[in-house]
Structure formats: structure tokens, C-alpha cells
């Protein structure tokens, strides 16, 4: 009964509630998917983001069916897939699966391909869905052809047509275009989602590249060490970071720990007047773009150059202030920055971000901080 109490599976789209899983390892830790929900509305595409290893396609498999979660319900267009009583077989789930192996079958022509995706079984029928899809993923033209005399962005389109050969309800892109490099990576992307979108199917697109969830999400899932700790929208997650790995996500940051002392809160670069209760340490997160560099003596906050690189039209400093590293900032080269020199950072405070000290490293001042914790 619990079980069906926690599942909401009337709506549209798809509807995750709960899910848990855990795989154990031999070496004891394991990994643990715990509480996972959140919905997929129709014609929506949303991101899974999280760090490697944190569990994102492991909530696809699951959604998929290729994985039975511990607890925790799924549903897709008011049909209830999984839950405490009900299993449906990933191939009654009309989900479609993109991963970032394309997998076409290397004997078959790009036709041939995509009519394996189809089910229906009268001839006439087929050929003219395999040419419509082949025109909507713009590859009419190379139907005959064999999977390896297509581009990577080309095989990818037509994996598209195969699994939309088969009129999923859903489609699942794990890192599906991670292997497509830079440029035709956005390109890609851009198409393969807009021909979703214009089809009305759901996305959950699976990344561990803020840049491409900010770029096509129209809601980002963050999940971090199995569990969602952010679900926003691209606005909401720069404006309010629940954690300090969603903080990174918008450029680069200077990272330091803070120490509520006074009412102020005392960090390397000097004290900071902010209000925050208790005597826990924290961490503190700063946006480059939020900060200008000064001469040091026009700021009361300052740190020391541990190394300056001229890029030309100005240079890229890596500060560090009493032993802590904190990161990397850009100045101009007017403001003379040689290495154990000081630079003046102006900022103001209501930019910072304060979250709880990470959780298993110790609070010594020396620490160094990681400064790009984005995966
Ligand atoms: P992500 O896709 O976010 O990189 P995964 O969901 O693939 O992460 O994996 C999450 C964690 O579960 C990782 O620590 C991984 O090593 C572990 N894991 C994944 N699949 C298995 C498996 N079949 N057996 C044991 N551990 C697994
Ligand atoms: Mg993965």
C-alpha cells in the first residue's frame, strides 16, 4: 500500500517518485541511489546532471527498466511502470534509449537501420515511416549507405530515427553526444533535441557538462552522490545554488573557508561582514565575474599571486591567501601582479555564496581547496 500511496502516476510525462537502489562492491562501500524524484513533463527536455560516478545513469536504467530499483515508483503518461507490486519489461515500456555508443548495425544500411526500430509489419507502411523519419533527422539522402560512411553526427541522427522508429513515450540521451567533438557536438545536440521537441516527446538528457544542461535543459535535475540536491530552472539555479557544486556551474569561482567569528565571518582574504549564526565553518563561493581585481590597497580584502600567466591582453592569476589556494581570476596587465606580490579583490558580500564546510574534510586553515569541483 505504501508503495502505491507514493506513486503519482496520472499526469502526463513521466513521473519518478522515490526511487532507490544500491549496488554493493566487494570492497564494501557500495553506491546508494536514495529518494530520487522528479517529473518529466510533456515536450519538456530536462537535464540529469551530476559528477561522474554520482549515479545519473543509474536513474536512467532504472527508468528504463534495464535495473529494478529497492523502492520508489515510476509512471509515463498515467501508466504506472514500476512500483512496489507492478514491473513492466523495458520493452513494453516505449521508452527510447540514446546512449553515447551509437550502435548502429555496421552490416545494414542507414534504411535498414531504422526500419529495425519499427514494429508495424506491412511493407508499405514501413517504407514510408523510415522515409519520413529519414527526412526529419535530414538523411534522405543517405538511406543506402552503411553506418561508417556517415559522419559521427550523421550516425548519431540516425540512431535518432531508430529510436524514434519505435514512437517512444520518453527518450533518454546518456551523454549521448559526449563522443561528437566541440562544434558538432552543439550542432548535434541542437538538432537531435529540436526534432524532439517538435515531436512532443519528453527528454531526460543525462550530462556531466553544466554548460550543455544551462544551454538545452528547460529544467535541471542535480544529482550528487545518488541523491537530487537541486531541481530548478537555469534562472533559479545562478540565483539560488542549494549546493556549492551547483555554484560552479556558471563560470569559474574562487573557493575559501570561512569562520563565523564576531558576527563577521573571518576568512583568508580578510574578515567579511556577513550575517550567519553558529560556529560552523563554512565554505565560501565567489564567482570571478562577481569580483573586480584592485590594487591592494584599495580593498580590504587581498591575496597573494602563486603564479601569473600573460594571456596577451591580460593575465590569469592564481591567488592564494594565508596557505589556502582559491583559485584563478583574470586582471588587467596594467595591475602589476608579480608572483608573491598582493592583489586587492572588491566584491560585494551579497554575491558570495556560504555553505556548510564539506562534509569529511577537516577544518584546518591550510587546507587546500579544489578549485574547480565541477565533476
Ligand atoms: P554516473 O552515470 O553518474 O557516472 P552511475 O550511475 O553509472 O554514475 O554509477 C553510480 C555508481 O554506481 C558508481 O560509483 C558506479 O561505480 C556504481 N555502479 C554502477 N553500475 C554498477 C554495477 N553494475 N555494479 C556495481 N556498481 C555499479
Ligand atoms: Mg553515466
Not at 59 to 70: D, H, N, Q
Not at 103 to 119: C, D, E, Q, Y
Not at 120 to 136: F, G, Q, W, Y
Not at 166 to 190: I, K, M, Q, T, W
Request: hydrophobic share 40%.
Amino acid at each position: 500500500a505504501a508503495g502505491r500511496t507514493a506513486c503519482l502516476g496520472s499526469g502526463a510525462g513521466l513521473h519518478v517518485r522515490g526511487l532507490a537502489h544500491r549496488y554493493s562492491t566487494g570492497s564494501g562501500q557500495g553506491f546508494t541511489l536514495d529518494g530520487v524524484s522528479l517529473d518529466v513533463p510533456p515536450g519538456a527536455v530536462h537535464c540529469l546532471l551530476g559528477p561522474s560516478g554520482s549515479g545519473k545513469s543509474t536513474v536512467l536504467r532504472l527508468v528504463a527498466g534495464l535495473e529494478r530499483p529497492s523502492a520508489g515508483s515510476i509512471a509515463l503518461d498515467g501508466r504506472t511502470l514500476n512500483d512496489r507490486e507492478r514491473w513492466t519489461p523495458p520493452e513494453r515500456r516505449s521508452i527510447g534509449l540514446m546512449f553515447q555508443d551509437v550502435a548502429l548495425f555496421p552490416h545494414m544500411t542507414i534504411r535498414k537501420n531504422v526500419a529495425f526500430g519499427l514494429r508495424s509489419k506491412d511493407t508499405a507502411t514501413r517504407r514510408r515511416r523510415v522515409d519520413e523519419l529519414l527526412v526529419m533527422v535530414g538523411l534522405a539522402a543517405h538511406a543506402e549507405k552503411f553506418p561508417h560512411e556517415l559522419s559521427g553526427g550523421q550516425q548519431q541522427r540516425a540512431a535518432l530515427a531508430r529510436t524514434l522508429a519505435a514512437d517512444p513515450r520518453l527518450v533518454l540521451l546518456d551523454e549521448a553526444f559526449s563522443a561528437l567533438d566541440p562544434g558538432l557536438r552543439v550542432e548535434v545536440r541542437g538538432s537531435v533535441l529540436t526534432i524532439l521537441r517538435q515531436a512532443g516527446i519528453p527528454v531526460l538528457m543525462v550530462t556531466h557538462d553544466p554548460d550543455e544542461a544551462i544551454a538545452e535543459a528547460d529544467r535541471i535535475h542535480v544529482i550528487e552522490d545518488g541523491r537530487i540536491t537541486q531541481s530548478d530552472s537555469v534562472s533559479q539555479l545562478y540565483r539560488s545554488p542549494a549546493t556549492r557544486f551547483v555554484a560552479g556551474f556558471f563560470g569559474p569561482v574562487l573557493r575559501f573557508h570561512g569562520c563565523p567569528e564576531d558576527g563577521q565571518l573571518a576568512t583568508p582574504i580578510g574578515p567579511i561582514q556577513v550575517s550567519r549564526d553558529g560556529h560552523q565553518g563554512v565554505e565560501v563561493v565567489l564567482r570571478t565575474r562577481d569580483l573586480a581585481p584592485v590594487a591592494a590597497g584599495n580593498s580590504p580584502w587581498r591575496a597573494t599571486v602563486l603564479a601569473c600567466r600573460d594571456l596577451g591582453d591580460r593575465c590569469r592569476v592564481e591567488l592564494a591567501a594565508k596557505g589556502e589556494r582559491l583559485g584563478d581570476i583574470h586582471v588587467p596587465r596594467s595591475l602589476a601582479h608579480q608572483v608573491g606580490g598582493e592583489i586587492g579583490l572588491a566584491f560585494d558580500p551579497a554575491a558570495m555564496f556560504v555553505f556548510p564546510w564539506p562534509e569529511g574534510l577537516n577544518n584546518s586553515k591550510n587546507r587546500r581547496i579544489p578549485t574547480s569541483a565541477n565533476h
